[in-house]
């Protein structure tokens, strides 16, 4: 089990940057593929990036060459670093930690931060 807290939301006009940072407590840290969903307003929630512990990062193609994920294994963070921020880019911001089950990925959810960006 392990608990997700997000920080960094808030109100920023259209160009300019935002870094989300996550916090996780628990065990095995570094056995979780983490990431950063999104939800917007009507919208499924979306993959927006993703990093394993060895450092291989995967970018929905919205958000390559503007978005950039980070972790820090030592400090148990995982942090996303938003520019060239756009009104489409408003949302709720999740967290997220998987590792393999029995059955799948197991999933685990912050309860997320909201990024609004204004024209």
Do not use: H
């Not at 979780?32 to 499924?44: I, N, S």
């Not at 929630?45 to 980070?70: C, H, P, Q, W």
């Not at 921020?85 to 309860?111: E, H, K």
């Amino acid at each position: 089990q392990v608990q997700l807290v997000e920080s960094g939301g808030g109100l920023v006009q259209a160009g300019g940057s935002l870094r989300l940072a996550c916090v996780a407590s628990g065990s095995a840290f570094s056995s979780y593929v983490m990431g950063w969903y999104r939800q917007a307003p009507g919208k499924q929630r979306e993959l927006v990036a993703s990093i394993t512990n060895g450092g291989n990062t995967n970018y929905a193609d919205s958000m390559k060459g503007r978005f950039t994920i980070s972790r820090d294994n030592a400090k148990n963070t995982v942090n996303l670093l938003m520019s060239v921020l756009q009104p489409d880019d408003t949302a709720v911001y999740f967290c997220n930690a998987r590792r393999p089950g029995v059955s799948g990925w197991i999933n685990y959810w912050g309860q997320g931060t909201q990024v609004t960006v204004s024209s």
